[in-house]
């Protein structure tokens, strides 16, 4: 089983970027039955945990992407995306995905990086 994020890039400020993250060699009824997490690392931080998509609850944000970030899922496509709006400079970060207890493999992420 892996994990493959796509769809990070350069976005200036107020911009949007669009992530998404595919999880291969996992049976679809493992993929539904989990709560997807998106992670970012930035340089010399942790990684924190920015949304959660589960599929009998309510979606739910870190703080500081509330009102900004939106998680969906496509359970036929063991795909979850990130749509991120009105970017800002704090939050550029290497972006993963994973289950939310963290027992896949992780991927390579995906770079998000918003210039001012």
């Known amino acids: 089983a892996h994990l493959v994020e796509s769809g990070g890039g350069l976005a200036q400020a107020g911009g949007s970027l669009r992530l998404s993250c595919r999880a291969s060699?996992?049976?679809?009824?493992?993929?539904?039955?989990?709560?997807m997490g998106w992670y970012r690392q930035a340089p010399g931080q942790q990684r924190e945990l920015v949304a959660t998509?589960?599929?009998?609850?309510?979606?739910d944000y870190a703080d500081s992407v509330k009102g900004r970030f939106t998680i969906s899922r496509d359970n036929s496509r063991k795909t979850v995306y990130l749509q991120m709006n009105n970017l800002k400079p704090e939050d550029s970060a290497v972006y993963f995905c994973?289950?939310?207890?963290?027992?896949?493999?992780w991927g390579q992420g995906t770079q998000v990086t918003v210039s001012s």
């Open positions: 060699g996992v049976i679809t009824s493992v993929f539904n039955g989990n709560v």
């Open positions: 994973n289950f939310l207890t963290n027992s896949l493999p």
């Open positions: 998509s589960a599929n009998r609850a309510s979606p």
